[in-house]
C-alpha cells in the first residue's frame, strides 16, 4: 500500500500521505479500517520513524486518520480535500458571537475545515477539550473568557498553532490575538456619553464575576471614581428594587430583557426614570424600547481578521475596534 521511491524530487514523508490518499481515492480504504502501523511502514521501506510520523500528523491535522491508543491508526475520513482543520473553542454562542463565526468561516476560504467547541465558563471542560483534541488540528483558536490557569492546558499544544481571542490572560500575553480591551472600553465610551450620564443618581454595573472580564468592572470603577459619580456593582437584579434616576450597564442580553420587564411592572420608563447601557449591539437593540444604547465590538470584523491571521501565519496582537452606539435608553 505504502510506494516509496527514490530521487525522485518528492519527500518521503508526502509519499506516504500521497499512498494513503491514493488508497482512499480507490476503495482500497475506507472510513474505520485500520492502516498500517508505524513500525511496518518505517520497517518496510527502510525509512525514519520520524519520517512515519510527520506523514502521520499532518494526515492526522487534516482529520483523514486518527489513533485509538493501544490499538493503531484509523481512516476517519474519506474527504481528502481538507488541507486544514481548525479547532474553534468558544465560552458559549449567542448572536454576536455567531456573528463572529460565520465572518470566520467566510474568510477562510475553502477546503479548511472549522469544529467548534464550547467549554460554557466551566474550567474542567476548557481543560478535557484541548488535551482531547491536542495534535489533531493544525491550528487552535481559544477563547479563554475569565477562566484561571488556562495555559496549564494550552501548553501543552505547539505554540505557533495557537491563537486566543477575545480576552488575553496574565498567562497567555505570549500568544498571538485578537482581543477586546474591556477596561479602556468602557471607560471611553462611557466618557463619550458623559453629558447624558450626569442626569443619574447613581450608576450600576451588573457583572457575573464568572462571565464577564474583570477588566470590564476595572474600567467602570474608574469611570465613576475619576468622575466623582456614585455607583454600584451587582450579581443580579433578584430581590432588588429599581430605583428613579439610576443607570444600568449591562453585559448580558438576559439581564437587559428582565430589567426592561420589571420597569414595566414597576411603572418606570426607560431614558426618564431608568437608563439602560447594554452591550454587544445587535438588530433587536435597534428596535426594542425605541432603541437600546450599546457599547459593542465589531464581530465581523473580530472574524474577518482572525482568517486573515491564519491564513498568513501573522504572530502577533491585534486590539479590535469598539463603539458606542447612542439610542434613546438614556
Known amino acids: ?40 511502514i518505517k520497517d518496510e521501506n527502510n525509512l525514519s520513524r520520524d519520517t512515519v510520523m510527520t506523514a502521520f500528523n499532518e494526515l492526522k491535522s487534516r482529520g483523514i486518520i486518527k489513533s485509538i491508543v493501544g490499538k493503531g491508526y484509523y481512516i476517519n475520513s474519506e474527504n481528502i480535500n ?65 477562566l484561571k490557569n488556562t495555559n496549564s492546558a494550552i501548553k501543552n499544544l505547539p505554540k505557533e498553532k495557537v491563537y486566543i481571542l477575545d480576552q488575553i490572560q496574565e498567562d497567555l500575553i505570549d ?3 485578537i482581543y477586546q480591551n474591556f477596561e479602556k472600553t468602557i ?21 457575573s464575576e464568572d462571565k464577564q472580564p ?9 469611570f465613576c ?3 466623582q459619580m456614585p455607583f454600584d456593582c451587582i450579581a443580579t437584579l433578584k430581590d432588588r428594587t429599581l430605583t428613579k434616576g439610576e443607570l444600568y450597564i449591562i453585559p448580558e442580553d438576559k439581564i437587559l430583557l428582565k430589567i426592561i420587564k420589571q420597569m414595566k411592572s414597576e411603572g418606570l420608563l426607560i431614558a426618564e426614570d431608568i437608563g439602560i447601557i447594554s452591550y454587544n449591539d445587535t438588530l433587536l437593540k435597534e428596535i426594542v424600547e425605541g432603541g437600546i ?5 465589531d464581530f465581523n470584523y473580530m472574524g474577518k481578521r482572525l482568517a486573515k491571521m491564519i491564513l498568513n501565519k501573522e504572530q502577533t496582537k491585534i486590539e479590535n475596534t469598539n463603539n458606542l452606539i447612542i439610542r434613546s435608553s438614556i
Open 225 to 227: 471614581t475619576t468622575n
Open 82 to 146: 481538507i488541507n486544514q482543520k481548525i479547532f474553534l473553542l468558544f465560552d458559549e454562542l449567542n448572536s454576536f458571537k455567531e456573528d463572529l463565526y460565520n465572518s470566520f468561516l467566510e474568510h477562510l476560504g475553502d477546503n479548511i475545515q472549522v469544529d467548534i467547541f464550547f467549554h460554557h465558563f466551566n474550567k474542567n471542560t476548557f481543560d478535557k477539550l484541548i488535551l482531547n483534541n491536542s495534535g489533531d488540528y493544525n491550528y487552535y483558536v481559544i477563547m479563554p473568557a475569565n
Open 214 to 222: 474583570l477588566p470590564m468592572r476595572e474600567g467602570f470603577i474608574n
Open 187 to 207: 471607560f471611553n465610551n462611557l466618557t463619550k456619553a458623559i453629558h447624558l450620564i450626569k442626569k443619574y443618581k447613581k450608576l450600576i454595573l451588573v457583572f
Open 293 to 297: 444604547t450599546t457599547i459593542s465590538t
Open 1 to 40: 500500500m505504502i510506494k516509496i521511491k527514490r530521487k525522485i524530487g518528492t519527500p518521503k514523508y508526502k509519499q506516504i500521505i500521497n499512498s494513503i490518499e491514493d488508497a482512499i481515492l480507490t476503495g482500497t480504504l475506507k472510513k474505520g479500517d485500520q492502516i498500517p502501523s508505524i513500525n511496518k
Open 175 to 177: 500568544y498571538p490575538a
